[in-house]
């Protein structure tokens, strides 16, 4: 049976705006404009029939979570393993500001296989995240069109994962607020990764990206 696997990373949120760094901090919630780009990809989802709407518990997720099971028989099911990367000491920090002058966070971003004691490294969220859409693809009632609404470090692990990547390569990867990235699951065929990172509003059609672009260059 061939299986479509919607990786779906949550609407924008404050910390997002500020570039500060959630990790696995609770209470962090979408912002007016989250709302509405949750709402937007849950309207364009709208004519697929999800068979599951599996979430990381992290308020950002299971707030976007809710505008996808909106008309649909389907109830949030809560996985912790697709929760964000564990940023332990970093968690909370601006991510500018690190970069101009934390060197262990600069030697993490070159590197995120390896971290400090109290940071995931980026197999380590991998691991986790593959073993947690294996664990639910085994049960019959998820179905053949699963969503897994998580954050985007893990959706990036993942579509490595499928693509065949090894881990420090993700980080190359860009996941947009409120995105779905699609990966198809045969019995015998390789896995196919159909989109990556596809919104009904991408973020390279915003205003501010295009007036951005036109500074840079």
Do not use: C
């Amino acid at each position: 049976m061939k299986r479509l696997l919607f990786f779906i990373r949550h609407g924008q949120t404050t910390w997002n705006v500020e570039h500060r760094l959630p990790g696995q901090f609770p209470g962090i919630e979408l912002t007016d404009t989250g709302q509405e780009q949750a709402k937007r990809l849950a309207q364009a989802l709208s004519v697929l029939p999800l068979s599951a709407i599996i979430s990381s518990p992290s308020d950002r997720a299971t707030e976007t979570a809710r505008y996808l099971v909106e008309g649909r028989s389907l109830s949030i099911q809560l996985e912790p393993d697709l929760m964000d990367i564990e940023l332990g000491h970093w968690s909370g920090q601006d991510r500018d500001e690190l970069s101009k002058s934390d060197s262990v966070w600069k030697a993490f971003l070159r590197n995120p296989l390896v971290a400090p004691e109290d940071v995931e490294t980026f197999p380590q969220v991998e691991q986790r995240a593959v073993a947690a859409v294996e664990r639910w693809l085994k049960k019959e009632s998820t179905g053949a069109y699963p969503a897994f609404v998580t954050h985007a470090d893990v959706i990036k692990l993942l579509i490595a994962h499928y693509l065949g990547l090894e881990a420090r390569r993700a980080r190359s990867l860009i996941i947009d607020n409120a995105s779905v990235s699609i990966v198809e699951l045969g019995a015998e065929d390789q896995p196919r990764v159909l989109t990556v990172s596809w919104s009904p509003q991408p973020g390279w059609l915003q205003p501010s990206f295009l007036l951005q672009m036109r500074t840079e260059h």
